[in-house]
């Protein structure tokens, strides 16, 4: 960008004249500051919805979790214990066995997850922060207690205080061939609410909390297990000790992360982050031929003033690059000031959460929402090579204006 190149634009901005096509660009400009104001909000806030299950499956799960290589359990030996026990960053082994069974309680039934875990369970606090009715607790003088998700404490209208109603659990017994009475093709065990737990609405809907022994009696799974959760140090490195694990316990495991546990919600978490990012871009390109054709329209109302300055000795070069700048000026000061009141709308929702839930029990308050600096980046460089892509053919346009008044 040269001298000639200031003298030239002073030229065209000199002239005051309000047109059909400053309001264009105006509006042009606006469209993309609100597009890309639009798309950092949103894609700041699938980050912060990511962040979010990330920090209550990380509270709540185990950091590893072995499963049998094929089928649904296994026979949970003592030296398959000591196996694991032998690592040093090791902190906690809870055995889990877990099957859907049908819940009832005072003439109400529906089906859930009933998840038999060992009683250091309890000790690991990993439901500490999400009890909000009655106590945690699995066993208590000789007496087993369940803990249920809210979710189906609603459905069920299960009340902890209550110590009249037990709650019912039918699970399909083993049926032998003749056999014709109903209430002998499934097992009947009743165990006592003891509290109630509010994490996220997969869990709450769906889980049930009981002892381990009460779940091998239910399931007829005696000596058997669905999974062992693996707790680890604080600074123990999570992929080395997978590794290590995976190598003592052979291949009739898998040992599995608490993000590859939960991998399939990750991948569609960022596949709706794509597609929002890619709906945004289209709406910012959409705004961005606007551009396109305010420079069109400008190339022809300023015809006679390139015809000036190509007799001054301006070259096509000259005049392309005015009208490509042009093009730049307008969609980037768009784009820099959405970027600007995008950034500080999520930052003054982070300090103050601005938008609520607007429901008493959500796990929190306000919506969250985090800034990757990623994806400001990709953002910029979209509306970039929109931006170029738009403006380059009135550029041009103007420069084959030019060839053709030199011609005659």
């Known amino acids: 960008m040269n001298l000639s190149y200031f003298i030239a634009r002073r030229y065209f901005l000199s002239k005051k004249k309000k047109s059909f096509i400053n309001v264009i660009s105006i509006i042009s400009m606006l469209v993309v500051a609100i597009g890309t104001m639009a798309l950092v909000i949103v894609l700041s806030v699938f980050n912060g919805m990511e962040d979010l299950l990330r920090g209550l499956y990380s509270n709540v799960d185990s950091n590893l979790v072995v499963t049998p290589s094929s089928g649904k359990t296994f026979d949970y030996t003592p030296n398959l214990r000591d196996q694991i026990s032998a690592i040093d960053e090791v902190t906690y082994i809870t055995d ?3 099957d859907n069974a049908l819940i009832g309680y005072n003439n109400a039934k529906r089906v859930a997850t009933v998840k038999g875990v060992a009683e250091n369970f309890i000790d690991e606090g990993r439901l500490d922060n999400y009890l909000v009715f009655g106590e945690l607790k699995l066993r208590e003088d000789n007496v087993n207690y369940a803990i249920v998700g809210r979710g189906v404490q609603y ?5 902890p205080k209550n110590d009249f109603h037990t709650i019912q659990m039918y699970f399909p017994d083993e049926i032998k061939p003749g056999q014709l009475n109903p209430d002998k093709m499934y097992r009947l065990r009743n165990i006592m609410p003891g509290g109630v737990f509010a994490i996220e609405k997969s869990y709450d809907e769906n889980l049930i909390y009981v002892p381990v022994s009460f779940a091998e009696e239910l399931f007829n799974k005696k000596g058997q297990r669905s999974s062992l959760e693996v707790q680890l140090d604080t600074k123990a490195d999570t992929r080395a000790v997978k590794e290590q694990l995976q190598q003592v316990l052979g291949a009739d495991f898998r040992v599995l992360t608490n993000d590859e546990v939960h991998g399939g919600l990750y991948k569609v978490l960022s596949y709706e982050k794509f597609f929002v990012f890619l709906t945004f871009s289209v709406i910012i390109a959409i705004a961005s031929i606007n551009i396109f ?6 190339a022809i109302d300023k015809k006679k003033d390139v015809a000036i300055l190509t ?7 000259l005049i392309r690059s005015i009208f490509l700048y042009e093009g730049c000026i307008v969609a980037f000061t768009g784009a820099f000031t959405g970027l600007f009141l995008g950034l500080a709308i999520v930052l003054l929702q982070q300090e103050f959460g601005l938008v609520t839930m607007g429901m008493q029990t959500a796990i929190m308050d306000a919506y969250p929402v985090k800034i990757e600096w990623a994806d400001i980046f990709f953002t910029i460089l979209c509306i970039i090579i929109v931006t170029l892509i738009t403006a380059i053919q009135p550029a041009i346009n103007a420069a084959k204006n030019v060839r053709l008044s030199e011609l005659q």
């Not at 054709?293 to 400008?298: E, G, K, R, V, W």
């Open 155 to 159: 459905d069920l209208s299960i009340n």
């Open 96 to 98: 889990v066995i877990e």
């Open 311 to 317: 007799a001054q000795g301006a070259s096509s070069k």
């Open 293 to 298: 054709f305010s420079l069109n329209m400008l």
